[in-house]
């Protein structure tokens, strides 16, 4: 079953613009994750947030977790053409010993030129 | 480039066929997945490996047959699939263990399933 839900479903911006995508979950996590996916291609990890961390950056990439209203957001800042792609975030298991990840719903970006 | 390689990229079968996917990492991962993808939705876990051994079964039908012949190859066997099986099939690797597991998973290019 699928834990997490993200909106909006799908967002389209202009180059250069900042892009924001948030992502609830419903059970306690050990961490939280987003994947890119190009149309067609495999997963691409882009950032990690453990359970006890509230915000971290990664290039132009900000996440923030929030486990008291278990939800997440990804922003992408200054966005290019090449950021078009769907992104999930992934939540796994409040123990963190399976590597079980179980992926949201995702949010397609479609950034112009 | 992905460091998980996933053979054949493309594949067409009818319901009576077997034919089998193959996944390869060289990462020294030792936990492997399968992963079901339909068009516009997010991955679905089938099977997780862990040092080899089936550690998770999402109740995924027989049909599916899973196997790991070491620490470097996934295979999954198919047989007497169903249209609606038609989807990407995406292998994925991670470390296991480590303080702590971060479950962060590498994914390979997938292999496109059509069943007629």
């Known amino acids: 079953s699928q834990q997490g839900e993200e909106d909006p479903q799908a967002l389209s911006i202009q180059e250069g613009e900042n892009a924001t995508m948030n992502c609830s979950y419903k059970?306690?996590?050990?961490?939280l994750q987003w994947y890119r996916q190009n149309s067609g291609r495999g997963l691409v990890h882009l950032i990690l947030?453990?359970?006890?961390?509230r915000e971290k950056h990664s290039g132009r990439l900000r996440v923030t977790l929030d486990t008291s209203k278990k939800s997440s957001s990804l922003l992408i800042t200054a966005s290019r053409a090449a950021d078009t792609a769907s992104y999930f975030c992934?939540?796994?298991?409040?123990?963190?010993?399976?590597?079980?990840?179980?992926f949201g719903q995702g949010t397609t970006l479609q950034v112009k030129p | 480039d992905t460091e998980v390689t996933q053979t054949p990229k493309h594949l067409v079968m009818g319901m009576t066929n077997k034919k089998s996917l193959k996944c390869e990492q060289h990462?020294?991962?030792?936990?492997m997945y399968w992963y079901k993808q339909k068009a516009k939705k997010p991955p679905e876990l089938m099977f997780v490996?862990?040092?080899?051994?089936?550690?998770i079964n999402e109740s995924v039908p027989s049909r599916f047959s899973p196997e790991c012949p070491n620490s470097s190859l996934l295979n999954l066997h198919l047989h007497a699939l169903q249209p609606e099986d038609s989807a990407l099939y995406l292998c994925?690797?991670?470390?296991?263990?480590?303080?702590?597991?971060?479950?962060?998973?590498?994914f390979g290019e997938g292999s496109r399933l059509t069943v007629l």
């Open positions: 994925a690797s991670s470390q296991v263990g480590g303080r702590p597991n971060t479950g962060e998973l590498f």
């Open positions: 059970t306690s996590i050990n961490n």
């Open positions: 947030i453990r359970s006890n961390e």
């Open positions: 992934a939540t796994a298991d409040g123990s963190g010993n399976t590597g079980k990840l179980i």
């Open positions: 990462m020294g991962h030792r936990a």
């Open positions: 490996y862990s040092y080899e051994k089936l550690s």
